[in-house]
């Protein structure tokens, strides 16, 4: 693997992978658009804190605008409606023969491919536990999937290096032919995350009060549904099967997916989801137009009806914006919402 390796992105996912590589002997370059972050981790380091590992890792930190060069090896780790812009941003850096990773949430490849180049733009999938704490200072809560695949699904040496690179970071890693069905996959869980970030419960709690498993039930057949309708094979992670969301599962195979989807969340102290943290703790415009949108968008181009996403979507913003609060009872008002049967 070419050094040095290239974050685009130091907050949860970028600064826990980054810091990663650095234990393992790689050099790498951090780029994040907090200035104060930027300064501590010059100054003082990255500190990685939580049960997987804790350390304080030393690396060169640049401003986007400060940055200098070309990378071979980059990985794009930003929230995903900053995608356009920090690609933009990121393309005079990209060497002629690199590759940009995206190690998002969402569908966020097809962003880069466009601005990037779909030859120079790779998909990649990630499940573990991390939030930033403030600056300089990013907790690795739980292990979880890392998966990392060719857009086109074919096996390229420069797929083999990276996988071989993650191995650094998660020895479970999987190099896959079928990317979009993690990512895919990850949407149907995702949108149940969202969901849970209308309560204060914690992820855990959440999926498994009784209270709630209907509606969030039928929000990921929604989900399920238009993935089915795009032609992906959803595929499962961390026990959580999405192929139990898709028409004609049955009631059975839902109800060990939301227990498994327990058990793991039960594992990490990362409690609440980061829709939840940017909300309650942030302050911030979450993910949910940027990741959820496209489910919506991909609905409508194939005739697969979508009320509960674009109701849910429609609620995140109202608590973005101060007019909603977290309650069980929106959970109520989600499933007013319907939702539409579908073969």
């Given at each position: 693997m070419s050094d040095p390796i290239l974050i685009w992105g130091a907050g949860a996912i970028g600064g826990?992978?980054?810091?990663?590589?650095?234990?393992?002997?790689?050099?790498?370059?951090?780029?994040?658009?907090?200035?104060?972050?930027?300064?501590?981790?010059?100054?003082?380091g990255l500190r990685i804190v939580g049960p997987i590992f804790e350390d304080t890792v030393r690396a060169k930190a640049f401003l986007p605008a400060d940055l200098i060069g070309q990378f071979e090896t980059i990985f794009l780790c930003v929230k995903a409606l900053h995608t356009d812009a920090a690609a933009r941003d990121l393309l005079p850096h990209v060497a002629p023969n690199g590759v940009v990773v995206s190690a998002q949430n969402g569908l966020n490849e097809l962003v880069i491919a466009d601005i990037i180049g779909r030859d120079r733009t790779m998909g990649c999938f990630v499940n573990f536990g991390a939030d930033f704490l403030e600056p300089g200072i990013v907790t690795f809560g739980g292990r979880g999937a890392v998966v990392i695949g060719e857009l086109d699904g074919s096996t390229t040496e420069r797929l083999v290096a990276l996988h071989k690179l993650l191995l650094d970071f998660e020895p479970d890693a999987v190099l896959t032919s079928n990317i979009w069905g993690y990512l895919w996959g990850k949407l149907v869980y995702g949108a149940l995350l969202f969901a849970t970030a209308l309560t204060n419960d914690s992820i855990a709690d959440a999926l498994a009060d009784p209270a709630y498993r209907a509606v969030l039930t039928d929000l990921g057949r929604e989900v399920g549904a238009?993935?089915?309708?795009?032609?992906?094979?959803?595929?499962?992670?961390?026990?959580?099967?999405?192929?139990?969301?898709?028409?004609?599962?049955?009631?059975?195979?839902?109800?060990?997916?939301?227990?498994?989807?327990?058990?793991?969340?039960?594992?990490?102290?990362?409690?609440?989801?980061g829709i939840w943290r940017d909300l309650a703790v942030r302050k911030r415009q979450t993910e949910a137009q940027d990741q959820l949108g496209p489910i919506v968008d991909a609905g409508r181009r194939n005739g697969v009806q979508t009320p509960l996403t674009a109701r849910l979507i429609a609620m995140i913003r109202e608590m973005e914006t101060g007019q909603r609060t977290f309650s069980p009872d929106n959970m109520t008002v989600l499933a007013s919402a319907g939702t539409v049967a579908v073969a």
């Open positions: 826990t992978l980054g810091a990663a590589f650095i234990r393992t002997g790689h050099e790498v370059v951090f780029v994040d658009n907090v200035p104060e972050h930027v300064t501590e981790m010059n100054e003082f238009v993935a089915k309708a795009e032609g992906i094979a959803t595929e499962a992670f961390n026990g959580f099967d999405p192929g139990a969301f898709v028409p004609g599962a049955s009631q059975a195979q839902i109800d060990n997916s939301f227990d498994e989807m327990v058990v793991h969340n039960r594992k990490s102290t990362k409690s609440h989801s």
